[in-house]
């Protein structure tokens, strides 16, 4: 079964971090490109950080920048979203991505597959 399934979130003090974890099956991720989107409640979707190709420059959202960084174990098929000074304003649902590899820089317009989505929630 071709899927995407994310883990790893949870309630976290603001200051604290998390490690999201995207785990592929019946493809292999690291030919794609890959990014984490969030959706907090009234919000638009938000690009946090894509990656168009496996050697690719990853984007950061101005938000995440400098705190969110982006890791991959091919021997697990799974990226990681390692989200470092959380605050507040990072609560919400993230989710993975993936679609075909393409040159350029940035969150692309269409992702074929999309994890389930995992809560995150930052508050004291």
């Known amino acids: 079964q071709v899927q995407l399934v994310e883990s790893g979130g949870g309630l976290v003090q603001p200051g604290g971090s998390l490690r999201l974890s995207c785990a592929a099956s019946?493809?292999?991720?690291?030919?794609?490109?890959v990014a984490w989107f969030r959706q907090a409640p009234g919000k638009e979707r938000e690009g946090v950080l894509c990656i168009n190709s496996r050697d690719g420059i990853p984007y950061y959202a101005d938000s995440v920048q400098g705190r969110f960084t982006i890791s991959r174990d091919n021997t697990k098929n799974t990226v990681y979203l390692q989200m470092n000074s959380l605050k507040p304003e990072d609560t919400a649902v993230y989710y993975c991505a993936s679609a075909l590899p393409v040159s350029g820089y940035g969150c692309l317009d269409h992702y074929s597959r999309w994890g389930q989505g995992i809560q995150v929630t930052v508050s004291s």
């Open positions: 019946g493809f292999t991720l690291d030919y794609f490109a």
